[in-house]
Nanobody, 124 residues
């Protein structure tokens, strides 16, 4: 079993930055594909970014390209999401997810473990 705990969320003004962290425990995630998703009230949970086990492949949703960066520190069993130039429409609960396959894409069905989420609120 893998336990995932997100941190780093909060309230920020539009144009600001936040860095989300996802700390894994229970077993190493060095061979897992990892993803960040978000869910706004009344909406589905959607992919933000994903990264392969090696870090060599990444995926970003169109709205995240150029503003967000996903990375991983395998030695620390942690995945990060650096978010810059934040917009009010980025407001959501952000979830970290792990896939036992080495790389997973945009579908929630591809992921095996989920964190509890961290709230990100961007004010205008």
């Amino acid at each position: 079993q893998v336990q995932l705990v997100e941190s780093g969320g909060g309230l920020v003004q539009a144009g600001g930055s936040l860095r989300l962290s996802c700390a894994a425990s229970g077993r190493t995630i060095s061979t897992y594909g990892m993803g960040w998703f978000r869910q706004a009230p009344g909406k589905e949970r959607d992919i933000v970014a994903a990264i392969s086990w090696s870090g060599g492949s990444t995926y970003y949703t169109d709205s995240a390209k150029g503003r967000f960066t996903i990375s991983r520190g395998n030695a620390k069993n942690t995945v990060y999401l650096q978010m810059n130039s934040l917009k009010p429409e980025d407001t959501a609960v952000y979830y970290c997810a792990a896939a036992m396959t080495g790389y997973a894409g945009p579908s929630t069905n591809e992921y095996d473990y989920w964190g509890q989420g961290t709230q990100v609120t961007v004010s205008s």
